[in-house]
Every structure is written in structure tokens, then in C-alpha cells.
């Protein structure tokens, strides 16, 4: 693993691309007080890196008519077929998170349906069905009162490691 220490043009240049990933290096460079160039390929490094793993376009899922969001925990009936079962629900394209977790469960999944009786046939026909799923408890989301990325500015540790 190699050390990538982060420093404060860095840090604002990271603290500019969460808040906006589509912003010009030209204007960040302004902001950082250093040239294009050194924008470039600093970020071209921050990838190399493994600290920026890319950039996507944010779509809301009530966009598409996806209204429900749920939590569900799973608990296996075996903890080390984990692997096997996760490969199942990648094949879940409502399936937009899941968590290895601690505690009673072991895996703990974000879900977008587009209504309740979507969330339920998600639940009875999809997840409950894939072996060694033992039981879900589902977490029906309200209402998502902000979402964000990773707080960048003022971090207190300097370093990053990478597994390259």
C-alpha cells in the first residue's frame, strides 16, 4: 500500500469536485491560486491514487417515478456465504447500496421501488429467494433530509493509503 499525502490545494481542489464535479479545472485553478496544468495533473495523481474513484451524474429517483426508498437488513443463515449472496443481488437492479455490516444482520441494502406492492414483490420474490438469505426487516424512508458526499475540507488526516 502506498502513502498519498493529501495537501490543502488538494483538499480544495477535492472540496470543489464533491460539490461540483462538472467544474472547469481552469476555474478551479483560479480558486487554488495555480495554474490549469497543475489542476490536471494533480487531479490525474488524486485518481492514480485511488482517492478520486470517478464522477457520476446524480439522477433523483423521484425523477423516474421511484418513489419508495427502503433499508432492508438481511441476516444470513450462514455469515461466511456472504460473498455468494451479495453476488445475487447485484442482479437486483433496485438494489442501489449494499453494506457487509455489523450486529444482528449482515447486510443491509438501499432500495428504490416504485410503490409498496414493488417493495414487497422486491422482498417476497427476489431477496428472500436467493439462499442463505435467512430474513429481511425493512426500514420504509420518509423522507431523505440531505444527501452528500464525503466532507472534505479541514480533514484532520493528512494521509491517504492506497491499495496501488
Same mark, same amino acid.
Given at each position: 500500500?502506498?502513502?498519498?499525502?493529501?495537501?490543502?490545494?488538494?483538499?480544495?481542489?477535492?472540496?470543489?469536485?464533491?460539490?461540483?464535479?462538472?467544474?472547469?479545472?481552469?476555474?478551479?485553478?483560479?480558486? &487554488?491560486?495555480?495554474?490549469?496544468?497543475?489542476?490536471? +495533473?494533480?487531479?490525474?495523481?488524486?485518481?492514480?491514487?485511488? #482517492?478520486? /474513484?470517478?464522477?457520476?451524474?446524480?439522477?433523483?429517483?423521484?425523477?423516474?417515478?421511484?418513489? #419508495? &426508498?427502503?433499508?432492508?437488513?438481511?441476516?444470513?443463515?450462514?455469515?461466511?456465504?456472504?460473498?455468494?449472496v451479495i453476488s445475487a443481488i447485484k442482479h437486483i437492479p433496485e438494489v442501489v447500496e449494499c453494506?457487509?455490516? /455489523?450486529?444482528? &444482520?449482515?447486510?443491509?441494502?438501499k432500495v428504490y421501488c416504485f410503490d409498496n406492492n414493488h417493495l414487497m414483490n422486491i422482498i417476497?420474490?427476489?431477496? +428472500?429467494?436467493?439462499?442463505?438469505? +435467512? /430474513?429481511?426487516? /425493512?426500514?420504509?424512508?420518509?423522507?431523505?433530509?440531505?444527501?452528500? +458526499?464525503?466532507? #472534505?475540507?479541514?480533514?484532520?488526516?493528512p494521509g491517504f493509503v492506497s491499495s496501488l
Amino acid at each position: 500500500m502506498t502513502n498519498y499525502n493529501i495537501d490543502n490545494i488538494d483538499r480544495k481542489i477535492l472540496s470543489f469536485l464533491v460539490n461540483n464535479a462538472r467544474m472547469p479545472f481552469l476555474e478551479i485553478a483560479r480558486e &487554488c491560486g495555480v495554474s490549469g496544468a497543475a489542476i490536471h +495533473q494533480r487531479v490525474k495523481k488524486l485518481e492514480a491514487a485511488g #482517492v478520486i /474513484t470517478g464522477s457520476r451524474l446524480l439522477v433523483k429517483p423521484e425523477a423516474l417515478g421511484l418513489n #419508495v &426508498c427502503a433499508f432492508i437488513n438481511v441476516t444470513l443463515s450462514e455469515d461466511n456465504k456472504y460473498p455468494e449472496v451479495i453476488s445475487a443481488i447485484k442482479h437486483i437492479p433496485e438494489v442501489v447500496e449494499c453494506h457487509f455490516v /455489523t450486529g444482528r &444482520c449482515a447486510l443491509l441494502l438501499k432500495v428504490y421501488c416504485f410503490d409498496n406492492n414493488h417493495l414487497m414483490n422486491i422482498i417476497l420474490n427476489t431477496i +428472500q429467494r436467493i439462499p442463505y438469505v +435467512q /430474513t429481511t426487516d /425493512t426500514i420504509l424512508s420518509l423522507e431523505e433530509s440531505f444527501e452528500r +458526499q464525503v466532507w #472534505v475540507k479541514d480533514m484532520k488526516n493528512p494521509g491517504f493509503v492506497s491499495s496501488l
